[in-house]
């Protein structure tokens, strides 16, 4: 048997009710629902369900006025086991004329109107200063590349930075500011130890004409022997003893 794609469609409503299953909870009064849910227009009666809050027809206006059975779910959801509503075959008393139904909904109508032309419905950014908006729009203009590039290459400035502070000075030479002249200054360190002669380096061989220059030199003394400052950088600093 070939099956058809039709959409189904509703019976014409009878304008006369002619059920008997009424339902036992008291009846709903069109008047107190809101102007926008209910709709009075003849031959298209409909109000929305308070209980299941689905648009639902009227029938029986020109008798008894009540909600035709239907279910809590919307008539176009193809639910497999749909479930009646509590408000099925509900009586509902139409007090309010449709006359004064249609004013009610054009002054709501004309004040939502006149509230949305108040409202504003653009969000103003912050004002920015010139500086800010000319980094923002150089930013667009880079690119997510270029700036990644960019601050890699400020980690590189700063890890260089720190690396400098860091540095721990060598004898008494400073590793920051101008250069300090040695030639006719005598180090601490040396001037409290008697003239021993030329120094010679342990590792390399290297010499020294006095033990001023030594020092100066950043010379120290590993196990109680003379190493210079180069061949002195290859031993922990606390094993370093300085002249």
């Known amino acids: 048997m070939a099956t058809t794609n039709v959409e189904p469609q509703a019976r014409k409503r009878r304008r006369k009710t002619r059920t008997k299953n009424v339902s036992h909870l008291p009846p709903l009064i069109a008047s107190n629902f809101p102007t926008n849910e209910i709709d009075l227009t003849p031959g298209k009666e409909h109000v929305l369900c308070p209980a299941c809050e689905n ?22 959801d193809r639910t497999p086991n749909p479930r009646r509503c509590s408000n099925t075959n509900r009586r509902i008393v139409l007090n309010i004329k449709v006359e004064a139904w249609r004013e009610q909904l054009a002054e709501r109508t004309e004040a939502s109107a006149s509230v949305a032309s108040r409202r504003a419905t653009k969000v103003l950014p912050k004002p920015v200063s010139p ?40 004898g008494v030479h400073p590793t920051e500011g101008p250069e300090v002249p040695l030639d006719h200054l005598t180090p601490r360190q040396a001037a409290k130890q008697p003239e021993a002669g030329p120094l010679t380096c342990e590792r390399c061989g ?18 109680r022997r003379s190493h210079c400052g180069r061949c002195g950088e290859r031993f922990p600093a606390w094993t370093r003893t300085p002249f």
Do not use: F, K, M, N
């Not at 648009?55 to 176009?76: A, E, K, N, R, S």
């Not at 908006?133 to 290459?153: C, F, K, M, N, S």
């Open 206 to 223: 290297a010499a020294e004409s006095s033990l001023a220059s030594a020092v100066a030199a950043g010379w120290c003394q590993i196990s």
């Open 131 to 170: 500086q800010t908006e000319r980094i923002l729009h150089g930013r667009d203009e880079r690119g997510p590349v270029t700036r990644r590039v960019e601050w890699a290459g400020v980690l590189y400035r700063v890890r260089q930075t720190d690396q400098q502070r860091r540095a721990v000075p060598q």
């Open 55 to 76: 648009w639902t027809p009227i029938t029986g206006v020109l008798g008894t006025p009540l909600l035709v059975p239907h279910h809590t779910t919307p008539y176009h």
